[in-house]
């Protein structure tokens, strides 16, 4: 019991304590007159009611009036007159009214609460955050559907059940000891803690607990708000993990890096930096990291640096730097400068390159004028760049010699490989700090194109003009070709020239990011050779190879050029497909085709040297969205998968989703069922009559059913989407405006069903057919029946697109003299629009609203709009889905007196239809025969 109900309990002995004393007094006064009694009781109602509370007060105060009246009328009591009977009787009738009067208050004001309750809980349902209460002992009292959504399991298997077994292992014992600490001086308590969810994923939740406590201050009652914050733990975790790839790359690499704060002091050097200089880190940090520049260089530095600050540009800046034995050497020192949203500077980011042999290479240059004995190419140009000099190396590497050269321009060597941005980037470096290095690609007098490492110096004279420009070529086509090999070696297979494992990977993170931003699938298929052990060990390992690099091959060729195909180690591949639809079932759909069409590619004989082989594979498919798993869990998955499809019998693929397997695969089967009804003649048109409301038959709506000879009766939404999806739906579609005109022209032969018009259903993908109008017009030409017979059922869902093309054909027809009806009225998106521009003979409303107009004024209120909206626009209207006497009345009432529902008939086949029709007959002319002789 809550501390409330206590507290109403606790009033009762008062209560019954007031009447006490009231008939105590009555005893006092009157100790036989009944009247009296009423008198005493009446006041004692009130203060009990005052004091105690209407609650206690009602249920006192009828004991003690049904006490008195059983105490004071015993036998053989009498009244003392007839006036003192009467004023008894009315106190007493005042008195009951009055607690009747109050408890019907007091019945409505403790109703509203539950149903402010009530609708509490509902707005609790429509809210996005995880609500939870429980008790103190972990019981769950309440959970809303975000609740279940995120632990994926239904209310009741969470309702009375403890939380304990959401909590993920190896974190119950910190979540209760936080609940501990709630106290009615601090209430409330987050908690972020991982969960299982959707059974054995681990979530992360963030959940703000509340609790509520009786007098006592115990914890009564615990109430949970949470948030997935899953993908914000996720992202906390690459973070972590990218600034260790940082630290990563930055020890690996051959310069200094270095980070400092806004005023220059330090935050990060890497161990290049202690190498050189033989400061620790520790000495370094929060210091100003320009201690080892030389003396002369220090101004330079800060105006370099202010400078960078103020165009918010790089800082560059050539310089030497003292060595931990005392020695100076030149480095290049470049950073950048990261500011905030303020334009103040945050940090720097920079590097620190050894540029000592370059520097004084050139400044041998300068002093030497050349070093034409170099193991290098070197060319001397004037200030205008028209060669002076060459030599032997550079002829060697040029095909050029000397005289072919003297007085042309090193273009006679560009590539074409560099556009005009490289050069003017070069020159723009050469001309603000006096050279430039880099990498270009030279033309031979062949033609043959080279890569050279380029060094270009200005001499400058003693007036500080550009008189010489020495330019050092290196022929590094070996190292580029070595760089080559080491790539090929780390990030492809050696035998089938296809990415391996590692490139394979950075393609998967790659297609994660991306199927992450475009929303679009991909699917991992991870696929093993059939018994390849048994061709290595019978034909040898030379067959071996031929044939995975002819498996290799045929898996390139049967994926787009956007997919990547992988060699893993011996006779496992991996295919990756991206840029699948943003559906899942339809990019597993997408990956099983793909699957398919691999098996069928490599089930062909290969021809291993002059020796015919076959070979089969098993394939694992796994399909992801985002990055819902890591790299590491999909690859599993796909194993897995290819584990499921070795245990099925080989050469055939598996999905790691056992449900999705089943569901594609169970589609894939009533895919081709369908098609053999289509030749079986197993499909049926049932009719479902409609009426006026007299019962008159006006017509009816043919309905499709599948008759399947070992499910039964098969219903359309079974397996009309499917036939929309495989375009069996043009099929279907023209078979059943066949049959409904067929069925038209044998209505024509009696003149009970001469005059009944049939409504058939137009699937979107019909109409959008370039000749459905001369399929319309050819069906009842072969029948031979009156166009206005025939109505054409349209939903407003099929309108949404080519609404031109739809007001073309429905005009055509029209003047053809065929019927058009708006189904489903009311519940697509722009009715009055299409009333607007399509010209329909009859509104239909929509089954969803004729349902729940007995007891919903919503529903009603829609209901009574559509039909004056019909017949304000010269149409007729018609309700469908009427199943009571109710429901039709309603509709009667308001102005619609056209109906179908199984009230009137269910959809029946055309057998049992004609026989409805006939009772109808029967029945009407019975009715006509005793109106006549009445």
Request: aromatic content about 10%; overall charge negative; glycine content about 6%.
């Amino acid at each position: 019991m809550n501390p409330i109900h206590r507290e109403a309990f606790a009033r009762y002995p008062l209560a019954l304590l007031i009447f006490s004393i009231a008939f105590l007094l009555k005893r006092w006064i009157a100790p036989v007159d009944y009247g009296l009694s009423f008198f005493t009781f009446y006041p004692a109602m009130i203060i009990a009611f005052y004091l105690c509370g209407i609650g206690p007060g009602i249920v006192v105060s009828g004991l003690a009036a049904a006490a008195g009246f059983l105490a004071l009328m015993r036998p053989g009591a009498a009244y003392s007159s007839a006036y003192e009977r009467e004023i008894a009787t009315a106190v007493f009738l005042a008195s009951a009214l009055m607690v009747g009067l109050i408890s019907r208050k007091t019945h409505a004001s403790t109703s509203s609460p539950g149903k402010s309750e009530r609708q509490f809980e509902r707005i609790l349902e429509d809210q996005t955050d995880l609500i939870c209460r429980f008790r103190s002992d972990e019981t769950v009292l309440y959970v809303n559907d975000a609740f279940c959504r995120f632990f994926d399991k239904t209310r009741e298997e969470l309702v009375g059940k403890r939380w304990h077994p959401l909590v993920a292992p190896g974190y119950s014992s910190a979540v209760i000891g936080q609940l501990r600490k709630l106290t009615p001086e601090n209430p409330v308590v987050t908690i972020e803690n991982p969960v299982v969810a959707a059974g054995q994923v681990i979530r992360w939740g963030q959940f703000i607990n509340r609790a509520f406590f009786d007098e006592a201050g115990r914890v009564v009652e615990i109430q949970s708000v949470g948030r997935d914050i899953t993908k914000q733990k996720e992202l906390e975790q690459a973070l972590a993990a990218n600034m260790q790839e940082f630290r990563e790359l930055a020890e690996a690499m051959p310069q200094i890096v270095w980070i400092t704060r806004a005023d220059g002091h330090n935050i990060y050097f890497n161990q290049q930096w202690v190498d050189y200089t033989g400061i620790s880190l520790e000495e370094s940090y929060g210091h100003g990291w320009n201690k080892p520049f030389h003396p002369d260089d220090q101004k330079r530095a800060w105006d370099a640096w202010q400078n960078a600050i103020n165009t918010r540009g790089i800082y560059s800046l050539e310089c030497k730097l003292r060595r931990f034995d005392g020695e100076y050497r030149w480095w290049l020192v470049r950073g950048v400068p990261v500011f905030d949203d303020e334009g103040k500077v945050r940090k720097w980011f920079g590097t620190c390159t050894d540029i000592h042999e370059s520097k004084e290479a050139e400044l041998d240059m300068q002093v030497a004028a050349t070093a034409f004995e170099a193991n290098v190419g070197i060319m001397v140009t004037d200030a205008n760049s028209l060669i002076l000099r060459v030599n032997r190396e550079f002829s060697a590497q040029t095909g050029y010699s000397a005289d072919e050269v003297l007085g042309k321009t090193p273009k006679i060597l560009q590539s074409g490989r560099h556009d005009a941005g490289y050069y003017a980037a070069m020159w723009e470096s050469i001309n603000r700090t006096g050279s430039w290095q880099g990498e270009v690609w030279d033309r031979h007098k062949s033609g043959d194109i080279s890569p050279k490492l380029l060094t270009i110096a200005a001499i400058k004279g003693s007036d500080g003009a550009v008189i010489r420009y020495v330019g050092t070529h290196i022929d590094i086509s070996e190292q580029k070709s070595a760089q080559e090999s080491i790539r090929m070696l780390a990030f492809y297979d050696p035998l089938t020239h296809l990415p391996n494992r590692r490139l394979l990977m950075d393609r998967l993170e790659q297609a994660m990011s991306s199927s992450a931003r475009s929303g679009r699938g991909a699917a991992l298929m991870f696929i093993d050779l059939d018994n390849f052990k048994a061709l290595n060990d019978t034909l040898g390992h030379a067959k071996g190879d031929l044939l995975l690099q002819q498996v290799g091959r045929r898996l390139e060729a049967s994926v787009r050029e956007s997919d990547s195909v992988a060699r893993l180690s011996g006779d496992e591949f991996v295919v990756m497909l991206e840029d699948l639809s943003t559906h899942e079932r339809d990019a597993a759909t997408q990956t099983k085709e793909t699957s398919e069409k691999i098996i069928a590619a490599l089930n062909e004989p290969y021809d291993l040297a002059g020796k015919m082989h076959r070979s089969t594979a098993s394939i694992g498919c796994a399909v992801f969205f985002d990055h819902l798993y890591s790299v590491e869990e999909l690859m599993k998955q796909a194993d897995i998968a290819m584990y499921q499809a070795k245990k099925d019998g080989r050469n055939v693929s598996r999905f790691f989703d056992e449900q999705m397997q089943k569901s594609i695969n169970s589609r894939a089967l009533l895919e081709n069922e369908l098609r053999a009804a289509l030749k079986l003649g197993q499909l049926r048109l049932y009719y479902q009559v409609q009426r006026d409301y007299s019962g008159h038959p006006l017509g009816a709506e043919a309905l499709i059913r599948w008759k399947h000879p070992e499910r039964g009766l098969i219903y359309p939404l079974d397996f009309i989407p499917l036939s929309e999806d495989s375009d069996l739906i043009l099929l279907i579609g023209a078979w059943v405006l066949e049959t409904a005109c067929v069925q038209l022209k044998a209505w024509q032969a009696s003149t009970t069903t001469s005059a009944l018009v049939l409504a058939v259903n137009i699937s979107p993908k019909q109409m959008r057919q370039n000749d459905f109008v001369d399929q319309v017009q050819s069906a009842m030409q072969r029948n031979g029946i009156p166009p206005h017979l025939l109505k054409l059922e349209l939903t407003e869902s099929m309108l949404l697109e080519k609404m031109e093309n739809t007001v073309s054909i429905m005009n055509c027809l029209q003047e053809s003299g065929i019927q058009f009806s708006l189904d489903d009225f009311g519940t697509g998106y722009s009715s009055l629009q299409y009333l607007k521009q399509l010209s329909f003979d009859q509104l239909k409303i929509a089954e969803p609203f004729v349902r729940d107009i007995a007891f919903d004024e919503n529903d009603r209120a829609i209901v009574r709009t559509i039909i004056a909206m019909g017949h304000s626009l010269n149409l007729d209207v018609i309700a469908e889905g009427v199943e009571s006497d109710e429901q039709r009345q309603f509709l009667f009432n308001n102005g619609c007196d056209h109906y179908q529902g199984h009230l009137l008939g269910k959809a029946l086949p055309i057998e049992e239809f004609d026989l409805l029709l006939e009772s109808m007959d029967a029945r009407g002319a019975h009715h006509n025969n005793d109106a006549t002789t009445s």
